[in-house]
Protein backbone atom coordinates (compact mmCIF):
# COMPACT_ATOMS: atom_id res chain seq x y z
CA UNK A 1 0.00 0.00 0.00
CA UNK A 2 1.21 3.35 -0.83
CA UNK A 3 2.04 5.17 2.35
CA UNK A 4 2.55 9.74 1.76
CA UNK A 5 3.27 11.90 4.43
CA UNK A 6 0.19 14.21 5.47
CA UNK A 7 -2.31 11.40 4.91
CA UNK A 8 -5.45 11.35 7.52
CA UNK A 9 -6.22 7.09 9.13
CA UNK A 10 -8.53 7.06 5.90
CA UNK A 11 -9.09 3.33 7.43
CA UNK A 12 -10.98 5.16 10.38
CA UNK A 13 -12.60 7.37 8.15
CA UNK A 14 -14.22 5.59 5.61
CA UNK A 15 -15.81 3.39 8.06
CA UNK A 16 -18.20 6.57 8.92
CA UNK A 17 -19.17 6.61 5.40
CA UNK A 18 -22.10 3.64 4.90
CA UNK A 19 -21.81 4.07 1.12
CA UNK A 20 -18.18 3.30 0.31
CA UNK A 21 -18.43 0.07 1.41
CA UNK A 22 -20.67 -0.46 -1.58
CA UNK A 23 -20.69 -2.60 -4.58
CA UNK A 24 -21.52 -2.11 -7.96
CA UNK A 25 -21.69 -3.58 -11.14
CA UNK A 26 -21.66 -7.21 -10.92
CA UNK A 27 -19.39 -6.70 -7.18
CA UNK A 28 -16.87 -4.03 -8.17
CA UNK A 29 -15.85 -2.37 -5.19
CA UNK A 30 -17.01 1.61 -5.51
CA UNK A 31 -14.06 4.31 -6.09
CA UNK A 32 -15.51 7.44 -5.50
CA UNK A 33 -13.87 10.60 -7.23
CA UNK A 34 -16.96 12.62 -7.95
CA UNK A 35 -16.28 15.11 -4.84
CA UNK A 36 -16.39 18.05 -6.57
CA UNK A 37 -20.06 17.35 -7.50
CA UNK A 38 -21.13 16.18 -4.47
CA UNK A 39 -19.21 14.61 -0.94
CA UNK A 40 -20.31 11.81 0.86
CA UNK A 41 -22.53 11.95 4.10
CA UNK A 42 -20.94 10.14 7.10
CA UNK A 43 -23.17 8.05 10.04
CA UNK A 44 -22.88 10.97 11.85
CA UNK A 45 -24.77 13.30 9.56
CA UNK A 46 -27.35 11.00 8.48
CA UNK A 47 -28.18 10.01 11.94
CA UNK A 48 -28.38 13.95 12.93
CA UNK A 49 -31.08 13.92 10.46
CA UNK A 50 -33.35 10.86 11.27
CA UNK A 51 -32.76 12.19 14.77
CA UNK A 52 -34.55 15.16 13.91
CA UNK A 53 -37.10 13.76 11.99
CA UNK A 54 -37.93 11.17 14.77
CA UNK A 55 -37.49 13.58 17.34
CA UNK A 56 -37.93 17.38 16.74
CA UNK A 57 -39.52 18.20 13.60
CA UNK A 58 -41.53 20.99 13.71
CA UNK A 59 -41.38 24.21 12.64
CA UNK A 60 -39.21 26.96 14.07
CA UNK A 61 -39.20 30.77 15.42
CA UNK A 62 -43.42 30.61 14.94
CA UNK A 63 -44.59 27.89 17.78
CA UNK A 64 -44.32 28.41 21.26
CA UNK A 65 -44.80 24.06 22.12
CA UNK A 66 -41.89 22.52 22.88
CA UNK A 67 -40.92 20.44 19.43
CA UNK A 68 -41.48 24.22 18.29
CA UNK A 69 -38.42 25.56 20.65
CA UNK A 70 -36.23 22.38 20.34
CA UNK A 71 -36.18 22.60 16.22
CA UNK A 72 -35.45 26.85 16.76
CA UNK A 73 -32.38 25.40 19.22
CA UNK A 74 -31.44 22.99 16.77
CA UNK A 75 -31.72 25.38 13.81
CA UNK A 76 -30.20 28.22 15.13
CA UNK A 77 -27.51 26.23 16.76
CA UNK A 78 -26.43 25.54 13.07
CA UNK A 79 -26.16 29.12 12.36
CA UNK A 80 -23.92 29.77 14.92
CA UNK A 81 -21.83 26.38 14.34
CA UNK A 82 -21.11 28.19 10.64
CA UNK A 83 -20.72 31.36 12.01
CA UNK A 84 -17.54 29.95 13.68
CA UNK A 85 -16.61 27.87 11.46
CA UNK A 86 -16.19 30.50 8.87
CA UNK A 87 -14.84 32.74 11.88
CA UNK A 88 -17.78 35.16 11.08
CA UNK A 89 -17.71 38.46 13.54
CA UNK A 90 -21.62 37.87 13.78
CA UNK A 91 -23.95 34.96 13.65
CA UNK A 92 -26.65 37.49 12.04
CA UNK A 93 -24.37 37.74 9.23
CA UNK A 94 -24.86 33.46 8.16
CA UNK A 95 -28.18 33.27 5.83
CA UNK A 96 -29.36 29.81 4.89
CA UNK A 97 -29.99 29.49 1.65
CA UNK A 98 -30.39 26.22 -0.56
CA UNK A 99 -27.49 26.13 -2.35
CA UNK A 100 -24.71 28.05 -3.31
CA UNK A 101 -26.32 29.07 -6.77
CA UNK A 102 -29.11 30.34 -4.63
CA UNK A 103 -26.65 32.40 -2.53
CA UNK A 104 -24.95 34.01 -5.66
CA UNK A 105 -28.66 34.95 -7.15
CA UNK A 106 -29.57 36.61 -3.93
CA UNK A 107 -26.13 38.79 -4.20
CA UNK A 108 -26.96 39.75 -7.85
CA UNK A 109 -30.89 40.80 -6.64
CA UNK A 110 -30.03 42.43 -4.06
CA UNK A 111 -27.81 44.85 -5.80
CA UNK A 112 -29.74 45.07 -8.72
CA UNK A 113 -32.68 46.50 -6.62
CA UNK A 114 -30.87 48.38 -3.82
CA UNK A 115 -30.61 52.12 -3.53
CA UNK A 116 -27.30 53.92 -3.96
CA UNK A 117 -24.20 53.49 -3.52
CA UNK A 118 -24.78 49.97 -4.01
CA UNK A 119 -26.92 49.74 -6.56
CA UNK A 120 -26.06 48.15 -9.80
CA UNK A 121 -27.62 50.35 -12.80
CA UNK A 122 -26.99 50.86 -16.74
CA UNK A 123 -23.97 53.33 -15.48
CA UNK A 124 -21.90 50.41 -14.05
CA UNK A 125 -19.74 47.68 -13.93
CA UNK A 126 -19.85 43.85 -13.29
CA UNK A 127 -16.96 41.63 -13.43
CA UNK A 128 -16.12 38.06 -12.82
CA UNK A 129 -13.84 35.73 -14.55
CA UNK A 130 -13.59 33.59 -17.41
CA UNK A 131 -12.82 29.92 -15.12
CA UNK A 132 -16.37 30.73 -12.82
CA UNK A 133 -19.30 27.97 -12.50
CA UNK A 134 -22.42 28.60 -14.23
CA UNK A 135 -23.79 29.83 -11.26
CA UNK A 136 -21.22 32.85 -11.07
CA UNK A 137 -22.09 33.96 -14.59
CA UNK A 138 -25.84 33.15 -15.24
CA UNK A 139 -26.97 35.44 -12.38
CA UNK A 140 -24.34 38.20 -13.30
CA UNK A 141 -25.52 38.27 -17.28
CA UNK A 142 -29.23 38.20 -15.91
CA UNK A 143 -28.45 41.23 -13.83
CA UNK A 144 -26.49 42.89 -16.54
CA UNK A 145 -29.49 42.56 -18.77
CA UNK A 146 -32.24 43.77 -16.61
CA UNK A 147 -30.33 46.79 -15.32
CA UNK A 148 -27.70 47.66 -18.28
CA UNK A 149 -24.75 47.27 -16.52
CA UNK A 150 -21.54 46.40 -18.19
CA UNK A 151 -20.12 42.73 -17.92
CA UNK A 152 -16.55 42.25 -18.08
CA UNK A 153 -14.32 39.18 -16.53
CA UNK A 154 -10.57 38.22 -16.38
CA UNK A 155 -9.67 35.77 -18.80
CA UNK A 156 -7.72 32.81 -18.61
CA UNK A 157 -3.16 31.62 -18.85
CA UNK A 158 -2.10 28.53 -20.52
CA UNK A 159 -1.60 27.04 -17.63
CA UNK A 160 -5.10 27.38 -16.42
CA UNK A 161 -4.87 30.37 -14.25
CA UNK A 162 -6.19 33.95 -13.84
CA UNK A 163 -4.57 36.37 -16.21
CA UNK A 164 -4.32 39.69 -13.87
CA UNK A 165 -1.88 41.44 -16.25
CA UNK A 166 -4.71 43.90 -16.81
CA UNK A 167 -6.28 43.90 -13.95
CA UNK A 168 -6.33 48.05 -13.31
CA UNK A 169 -8.32 47.98 -17.03
CA UNK A 170 -10.81 45.59 -16.36
CA UNK A 171 -11.44 46.62 -12.33
CA UNK A 172 -12.73 50.69 -12.69
CA UNK A 173 -13.80 53.42 -10.59
CA UNK A 174 -17.36 52.15 -12.76
CA UNK A 175 -17.44 48.34 -11.11
CA UNK A 176 -19.55 47.98 -8.68
CA UNK A 177 -19.13 44.35 -7.60
CA UNK A 178 -16.21 41.91 -8.20
CA UNK A 179 -17.06 38.32 -8.11
CA UNK A 180 -14.96 35.31 -8.34
CA UNK A 181 -14.10 31.51 -7.01
CA UNK A 182 -11.73 30.92 -4.66
CA UNK A 183 -11.06 27.44 -6.00
CA UNK A 184 -12.23 26.46 -9.66
CA UNK A 185 -14.34 23.28 -9.67
CA UNK A 186 -12.93 22.34 -13.30
CA UNK A 187 -9.36 23.69 -13.27
CA UNK A 188 -8.68 23.20 -9.67
CA UNK A 189 -6.92 26.64 -9.40
CA UNK A 190 -6.49 28.26 -6.26
CA UNK A 191 -7.24 32.26 -7.07
CA UNK A 192 -4.75 34.90 -5.37
CA UNK A 193 -7.56 36.40 -3.76
CA UNK A 194 -5.36 39.11 -1.92
CA UNK A 195 -4.46 41.01 -5.14
CA UNK A 196 -7.83 41.15 -6.69
CA UNK A 197 -9.76 42.33 -3.44
CA UNK A 198 -6.69 45.13 -2.90
CA UNK A 199 -7.97 46.06 -6.30
CA UNK A 200 -11.63 46.41 -5.43
CA UNK A 201 -11.13 47.85 -2.51
CA UNK A 202 -8.97 50.69 -4.65
CA UNK A 203 -12.03 51.68 -6.47
CA UNK A 204 -14.90 51.28 -4.00
CA UNK A 205 -15.97 48.08 -5.55
CA UNK A 206 -18.12 44.95 -3.57
CA UNK A 207 -16.05 41.76 -3.63
CA UNK A 208 -17.99 37.96 -3.59
CA UNK A 209 -16.24 35.23 -3.23
CA UNK A 210 -17.95 31.92 -4.26
CA UNK A 211 -16.15 29.47 -1.86
CA UNK A 212 -18.42 26.18 -3.14
CA UNK A 213 -14.95 24.23 -3.38
CA UNK A 214 -12.91 25.31 -0.71
CA UNK A 215 -15.26 25.40 2.51
CA UNK A 216 -15.45 21.70 1.89
CA UNK A 217 -11.22 21.33 1.76
CA UNK A 218 -9.70 23.83 3.56
CA UNK A 219 -9.91 26.31 6.72
CA UNK A 220 -12.16 29.40 5.48
CA UNK A 221 -12.01 32.46 7.29
CA UNK A 222 -14.34 34.96 6.02
CA UNK A 223 -12.90 38.14 7.85
CA UNK A 224 -9.25 36.93 6.46
CA UNK A 225 -10.63 37.06 2.86
CA UNK A 226 -11.55 40.42 3.48
CA UNK A 227 -14.49 40.21 1.03
CA UNK A 228 -18.38 41.39 1.39
CA UNK A 229 -19.64 38.31 0.77
CA UNK A 230 -18.73 34.78 0.73
CA UNK A 231 -20.90 31.69 -0.63
CA UNK A 232 -20.61 28.30 -0.18
CA UNK A 233 -22.75 24.98 -0.04
CA UNK A 234 -23.82 22.27 2.23
CA UNK A 235 -23.72 19.02 0.02
CA UNK A 236 -19.79 19.34 -0.74
CA UNK A 237 -19.00 19.28 2.54
CA UNK A 238 -20.61 16.03 3.59
CA UNK A 239 -24.08 17.78 4.78
CA UNK A 240 -26.65 17.18 2.90
CA UNK A 241 -28.31 18.63 -0.18
CA UNK A 242 -31.15 21.52 0.23
CA UNK A 243 -28.59 23.77 2.42
CA UNK A 244 -26.39 26.71 1.05
CA UNK A 245 -24.81 29.34 2.91
CA UNK A 246 -24.44 32.92 2.47
CA UNK A 247 -21.82 35.00 4.63
CA UNK A 248 -22.45 38.91 4.33
CA UNK A 249 -20.95 41.85 6.18
CA UNK A 250 -23.34 43.08 8.65
CA UNK A 251 -23.50 46.56 7.34
CA UNK A 252 -24.48 45.58 4.17
CA UNK A 253 -27.24 43.27 5.08
CA UNK A 254 -28.82 45.83 6.94
CA UNK A 255 -28.89 48.11 3.86
CA UNK A 256 -29.59 45.81 1.22
CA UNK A 257 -33.26 44.83 0.59
CA UNK A 258 -34.13 41.72 0.52
CA UNK A 259 -34.94 39.07 -2.14
CA UNK A 260 -37.83 36.87 -1.42
CA UNK A 261 -40.83 38.26 0.53
CA UNK A 262 -42.62 35.78 2.98
CA UNK A 263 -43.65 34.89 6.06
CA UNK A 264 -40.66 35.25 9.16
CA UNK A 265 -38.96 37.86 6.58
CA UNK A 266 -40.86 40.56 7.88
CA UNK A 267 -41.16 42.92 10.78
CA UNK A 268 -44.65 44.18 10.29
CA UNK A 269 -47.46 43.84 7.39
CA UNK A 270 -50.03 46.15 6.28
CA UNK A 271 -52.25 46.02 3.47
CA UNK A 272 -50.51 49.21 2.22
CA UNK A 273 -47.00 48.02 3.26
CA UNK A 274 -44.40 46.12 5.00
CA UNK A 275 -41.46 46.60 6.89
CA UNK A 276 -38.80 43.68 7.25
CA UNK A 277 -37.11 41.68 10.26
CA UNK A 278 -33.24 42.20 10.73
CA UNK A 279 -30.87 40.13 9.50
CA UNK A 280 -30.39 37.03 8.90
CA UNK A 281 -34.43 36.55 8.52
CA UNK A 282 -34.47 39.58 6.17
CA UNK A 283 -33.51 37.09 4.05
CA UNK A 284 -34.69 33.88 4.64
CA UNK A 285 -38.60 34.06 3.62
CA UNK A 286 -40.68 31.11 4.53
CA UNK A 287 -40.10 27.88 6.19
CA UNK A 288 -36.29 27.38 5.40
CA UNK A 289 -34.57 24.43 4.90
CA UNK A 290 -34.82 23.32 8.78
CA UNK A 291 -33.74 19.61 8.81
CA UNK A 292 -30.74 20.26 6.57
CA UNK A 293 -29.25 23.24 8.60
CA UNK A 294 -29.30 20.61 11.17
CA UNK A 295 -27.66 17.98 8.96
CA UNK A 296 -25.21 20.86 7.76
CA UNK A 297 -24.01 21.61 11.79
CA UNK A 298 -23.38 17.92 12.37
CA UNK A 299 -20.94 18.03 9.40
CA UNK A 300 -19.27 20.62 10.60
CA UNK A 301 -19.09 18.70 13.56
CA UNK A 302 -17.29 15.97 12.07
CA UNK A 303 -15.03 18.06 10.22
CA UNK A 304 -14.20 20.33 12.84
CA UNK A 305 -13.55 17.45 14.99
CA UNK A 306 -10.98 16.63 12.66
CA UNK A 307 -9.28 20.00 11.90
CA UNK A 308 -9.66 21.26 8.45
CA UNK A 309 -6.03 22.42 8.41
CA UNK A 310 -5.04 18.41 8.55
CA UNK A 311 -7.73 18.11 5.69
CA UNK A 312 -6.24 20.70 3.54
CA UNK A 313 -2.42 18.29 4.51
CA UNK A 314 -4.14 15.09 3.41
CA UNK A 315 -5.95 16.31 -0.08
CA UNK A 316 -2.55 17.95 -1.13
CA UNK A 317 -1.00 14.89 -0.38
CA UNK A 318 -3.75 12.99 -2.75
CA UNK A 319 -4.05 15.41 -5.16
CA UNK A 320 0.17 15.34 -5.49
CA UNK A 321 -0.28 12.01 -6.12
CA UNK A 322 -2.75 12.17 -8.60
CA UNK A 323 -1.06 14.66 -10.77
CA UNK A 324 2.22 12.21 -11.00
CA UNK A 325 0.37 9.42 -11.36
CA UNK A 326 -2.09 10.55 -14.20
CA UNK A 327 0.84 12.29 -15.97
CA UNK A 328 2.35 8.64 -16.45
CA UNK A 329 -0.56 8.02 -18.70
CA UNK A 330 -0.22 8.34 -22.43
CA UNK A 331 -1.93 10.82 -24.22
CA UNK A 332 -3.77 12.21 -20.92
CA UNK A 333 -3.31 16.33 -20.94
CA UNK A 334 -4.24 18.00 -17.73
CA UNK A 335 -6.74 21.37 -17.76
CA UNK A 336 -5.02 23.35 -15.49
CA UNK A 337 -2.32 23.72 -12.99
CA UNK A 338 0.02 20.81 -14.16
CA UNK A 339 1.77 21.22 -10.32
CA UNK A 340 -0.20 20.29 -7.03
CA UNK A 341 0.88 23.78 -5.67
CA UNK A 342 -1.41 26.34 -5.37
CA UNK A 343 -4.80 23.89 -6.72
CA UNK A 344 -7.77 21.87 -4.88
CA UNK A 345 -8.50 18.71 -5.28
CA UNK A 346 -10.16 18.31 -8.29
CA UNK A 347 -8.23 17.25 -11.91
CA UNK A 348 -9.80 17.70 -15.07
CA UNK A 349 -8.08 16.09 -18.37
CA UNK A 350 -8.88 15.08 -21.75
CA UNK A 351 -7.54 11.45 -23.14
CA UNK A 352 -6.09 11.47 -26.30
CA UNK A 353 -8.80 11.67 -28.86
CA UNK A 354 -11.23 9.85 -26.70
CA UNK A 355 -14.39 11.63 -25.41
CA UNK A 356 -14.43 12.32 -21.86
CA UNK A 357 -18.25 10.84 -22.05
CA UNK A 358 -16.52 7.32 -23.21
CA UNK A 359 -13.53 7.29 -20.66
CA UNK A 360 -16.30 8.21 -17.83
CA UNK A 361 -18.40 4.94 -18.91
CA UNK A 362 -16.17 2.64 -19.48
CA UNK A 363 -14.62 3.86 -15.85
CA UNK A 364 -17.89 3.40 -14.84
CA UNK A 365 -17.76 -0.07 -15.56
CA UNK A 366 -15.16 -0.59 -13.48
CA UNK A 367 -16.94 0.90 -10.50
CA UNK A 368 -14.73 4.22 -10.46
CA UNK A 369 -17.55 7.31 -9.89
CA UNK A 370 -15.77 10.28 -12.31
CA UNK A 371 -17.47 13.22 -13.77
CA UNK A 372 -17.66 13.81 -17.23
CA UNK A 373 -18.49 17.22 -19.55
CA UNK A 374 -18.47 20.95 -18.96
CA UNK A 375 -18.80 20.96 -15.23
CA UNK A 376 -21.34 23.68 -15.36
CA UNK A 377 -17.93 25.84 -16.77
CA UNK A 378 -18.39 25.62 -20.36
CA UNK A 379 -16.15 28.72 -20.87
CA UNK A 380 -13.53 27.09 -20.04
CA UNK A 381 -13.56 24.25 -22.41
CA UNK A 382 -14.22 27.08 -24.95
CA UNK A 383 -10.88 28.68 -24.29
CA UNK A 384 -9.09 25.34 -24.23
CA UNK A 385 -10.79 24.54 -27.43
CA UNK A 386 -11.74 20.83 -26.04
CA UNK A 387 -15.55 19.53 -26.31
CA UNK A 388 -15.39 18.48 -22.47
CA UNK A 389 -13.13 16.94 -20.18
CA UNK A 390 -12.79 14.14 -17.44
CA UNK A 391 -12.57 15.35 -14.04
CA UNK A 392 -11.31 13.05 -10.66
CA UNK A 393 -12.02 14.74 -7.37
CA UNK A 394 -10.92 13.75 -3.98
CA UNK A 395 -11.95 14.05 -0.31
CA UNK A 396 -10.65 13.50 2.95
CA UNK A 397 -11.67 9.57 2.80
CA UNK A 398 -9.59 9.30 -0.70
CA UNK A 399 -6.65 7.04 -0.95
CA UNK A 400 -3.45 6.38 -3.30
CA UNK A 401 -5.22 3.62 -4.04
CA UNK A 402 -7.58 4.94 -5.26
CA UNK A 403 -5.83 7.20 -7.12
CA UNK A 404 -3.93 3.31 -8.85
CA UNK A 405 -7.34 2.25 -9.89
CA UNK A 406 -8.09 5.50 -12.10
CA UNK A 407 -4.54 5.11 -13.38
CA UNK A 408 -5.04 1.22 -13.81
CA UNK A 409 -9.03 2.06 -15.46
CA UNK A 410 -7.44 4.77 -17.64
CA UNK A 411 -5.15 2.14 -19.43
CA UNK A 412 -8.11 -0.04 -19.83
CA UNK A 413 -10.19 2.83 -21.55
CA UNK A 414 -6.77 3.43 -23.92
CA UNK A 415 -7.06 -0.31 -24.97
CA UNK A 416 -10.65 -0.69 -25.40
CA UNK A 417 -10.63 2.24 -27.49
CA UNK A 418 -7.33 0.95 -29.57
Known sequence: MTQLPGLLDTEAIRKDFPILDRQVHDGRKLVYLDNAATSQKPRQVLDALGEYYERYNANVHRGVHVLAEEATALYEGAR????EFVNAPSRDEVIFTKNASESLNLVANMLGWADEPYRVDHETE?????????????????????????LKWFGLTDDGRLDLSNI????TEKTKIVSFV??????????PVEAIVRRAQEVGALVCVDASQAAPHMPLDVQALQ???VAFTGHKMC?????????????????????LGGGEMI????????????????????TPPIAQAVGLGAAIDYLSAIGMDKVLAHEHAITEYAVKRLTEVPDLRIIGPATAEDRGAAISFTLGDIHPHDVGQV???????????????????????????????????????EIDALVDGLEHVRNFFG
Not at 168 to 171: M, S
Not at 267 to 285: I, L, N, Q
Request: hydrophobic share 40%.
Open 363 to 401: LDEQGIAVRVGHHCARPVCLRYGIPATTRASFYLYSTPA
Open 267 to 286: ETVSMSSSTYAPAPHKFEAG
Open 168 to 171: DEVI
Open 227 to 229: ADF
Open 182 to 191: LVSNILGTVN
Open 239 to 259: GPTGIGVLWGRQELLEDLPPF
Open 126 to 150: IVITEMEHHSNIVPWQLLAQRTGAK
Open 80 to 83: DKVA
